[in-house]
T-cell receptor, first 110, second 113 residues
């Protein structure tokens, strides 16, 4: 079977740093993506890792360890607008189906 | 550049009916994927279309079917609706040049009574 595990909820305050972990068990693996979804909105792409290591995009960074079947999303300098659901997703081939985790709800308070 | 659009926004149907949902992909994108998202869950892959051909299918029964048109827009058809089909249906498009980044539309909220 295919499964992705991520925490269901995370809370933090403005200005803090938060790490959302994702472990996966899938029949094939090509890359790990992260998407953000605000309530009632469309998922939006944040990052993609195909190789081990850290990818940085502004306040957000994503890490992958293929040998550990593990990745994380790091959010720095948290802002209220970062309150949303964050999904990790695995693709088993380039550009094909995304298998999503159940999502992590991040609540940022002042 | 126009993003991914979907219609209708909301839809209410009864059990046993049929429904067609529509998606216009982002300009320059030739691949469309459909996902079903139940409340509080992550999106689940239904199928993907590339250049009008089905290019992968998730664990959904045959009553879920689709089409992609020459302009790369797409339809999702669901026959014999069941209560469990109530969900947000998301369409996502991507390009050959950036296959790993999918752009999602706002979704169609389907309620089956």
């Amino acid at each position: 079977g295919q499964s992705l595990e991520q925490p269901s909820e995370v809370t933090a305050v403005e200005g803090a740093i938060v790490q959302i972990n994702c472990t996966y068990q899938t029949s094939g693996f090509y890359g790990l993506s992260w998407y953000q979804q605000h309530d009632g909105g469309a998922p939006t792409f944040l990052s993609y890792n195909a190789l081990d290591g850290l990818e940085e995009t502004g306040r957000f960074s994503s890490f992958l360890s293929r040998s550990d079947s593990y990745g994380y999303l790091l959010l720095q300098e948290l802002q209220m607008k970062d309150s949303a659901s964050y999904f990790c997703a695995v693709s088993d081939q380039a550009g094909t189906a995304l298998i999503f985790g159940k999502g992590t709800t991040l609540s940022v308070s002042s | 550049e126009t993003g991914v659009t979907q219609s209708p926004t909301h839809l209410i149907k009864t059990r046993g009916q049929q429904v067609t949902l529509r998606c216009s992909s982002q300009s320059g994108h030739n691949t469309v994927s459909w996902y079903q998202q139940a409340l509080g869950q992550g999106p689940q892959f239904i199928f993907q279309y590339y250049r009008e051909e089905e290019n992968g299918r998730g664990n959904f029964p045959p009553r879920f079917s689709g089409l992609q048109f020459p302009n790369y827009s797409s339809e999702l058809n669901v026959n014999a609706l069941e209560l469990d089909d109530s969900a947000l249906y998301l369409c996502a498009s991507s390009s050959t040049a950036a296959k790993n980044e999918q752009f999602f539309g706002p979704g169609t909220r389907l309620t089956v009574l």
